[in-house]
């Protein structure tokens, strides 16, 4: 035990020496960040302490930069990228799901696609290479990594044995292939903003909802839905860019180390939202052990039967697939297929 305590520390030590080396002679710079959500553990836990603990130190005080969640700035998650390339910000945490006019991306999370986190992340490394010419096409950004939000799950207000029981209701989704895999399911996907959904449960605007085990009870969503189908819609991916401004702007040595620290705030991302999936789901049901964030929900879990994963098997293949084919277009779909396709067993065809 004594020994493997050396090694470790051995370690700890070798890497702080490197990262020391690596911060040497880095320019002084400051940068300006916008983040995503500021009531949300991406933000909280990943984001602003990297921007503004994490990144000075390991840079030796080099690098600083002023970080503001979207919420704080009171954006829309719409509006991100655009203020990205029109060059308010150097770096932007943003969602494919919000830039839904460039299909490609949007084959980052199609909803459906991906049965657990593990396979969302190898996703990533397989399609996000093929969008790095994309993004600096259309918004004069390079993506530096790629991380997630807790799992996503369907809440209801109203009685839901089963995904047959979704046809006909009004579901709120934040995303096309989402809306996509509702209709699929024979219910009414709704558009509405994430702060707006609550009231919306209340008033029965929508009978149901789409978000992160997580973020449904830090949104209070516990306190307004009774069921939660406890299957994976999808996993909201999300990723750091920076402008290529920006970027060119710095020299070989600050990319470099750049590019070190975000591998890193990545697998960061990852582990801390897989942690926190498990007492999401504990937080707004009261069930499988004690919740961290406060006084528990009552919603009561809703297993998926057999007969529920054909359904969902049906509507992404001659749904979701479809339409999303049709959106991308034939170099994209075979490239798409051929990649992300082989690894989930799916195919995808207009």
Not at 28 to 41: E, R, W
Not at 241 to 270: C, I, N, P, Y
Not at 326 to 350: F, H, L, Q, S, Y
Request: hydrophobic share 45%.
């Amino acid at each position: 035990m004594r020994m493997i305590r050396s090694l470790l520390g051995a370690a700890a030590l070798a890497v702080g020496i490197t990262a020391a080396a690596q911060a040497q002679d880095l320019p002084k710079t400051q940068f300006k960040v916008v983040g995503s959500f500021g009531n949300l553990t991406n933000w909280q836990k990943v984001e602003k302490p990297f921007w503004t603990e994490d990144l000075p130190k390991l840079s030796g005080g080099a690098f600083t930069a002023t970080a503001q969640s979207t919420s704080e700035l009171g954006l829309k998650g719409t509006e991100v990228m655009r203020l990205l390339k029109l060059g308010l910000f150097d770096f932007a945490h943003a969602l494919p799901i919000y830039v839904a006019e460039d299909a490609w991306l949007e084959a980052i999370d199609i909803a459906g696609v991906a049965r657990d986190m593990d396979m969302a992340r190898k996703i990533t490394t397989v399609w996000g290479p093929r969008l790095d010419a994309l993004m600096e096409k259309n918004y004069n950004a390079k993506i530096l990594n790629w991380y997630t939000f807790p799992t996503q799950m369907i809440y209801c207000n109203a009685p839901i044995k089963s995904l047959a029981d979704l046809k006909g209701k009004k579901v709120r989704v934040q995303g096309v292939s989402q809306g996509d895999i509702i209709e699929g399911l024979g219910g009414t996907a709704v558009t509405i903003p994430f702060g707006e959904v609550v009231p919306a449960l209340q008033r029965g605007t929508v009978d149901c909802g789409i978000t992160g085990t997580m973020p449904a009870y830090k949104a209070g969503w516990h306190e307004v839905v009774t069921q939660v189908i406890e299957m994976p819609v999808g996993f909201t991916i999300i990723y750091t860019a920076v402008s290529m401004t920006t970027w060119r702007r710095l020299d070989g040595k600050s990319r470099d180390f750049l590019t070190a620290q975000m591998k890193a705030f990545e697998d960061k991302g990852w582990k801390t939202i897989a942690d926190e999936v498990a007492m999401g789901l504990i937080c707004t049901t009261g069930q499988g052990g004690t919740c961290s964030e406060g006084k528990p929900g009552k919603v009561i879990k809703v297993q998926p039967s057999a007969d529920d994963l054909k359904l969902r098997e049906k509507a992404l293949t001659e749904t979701v697939l479809k339409r999303w084919a049709k959106r991308c277009g034939a170099e994209c779909v075979a490239m798409w297929n051929d990649t992300v396709g082989k690894m989930a067993g799916v195919t995808a065809a207009p």
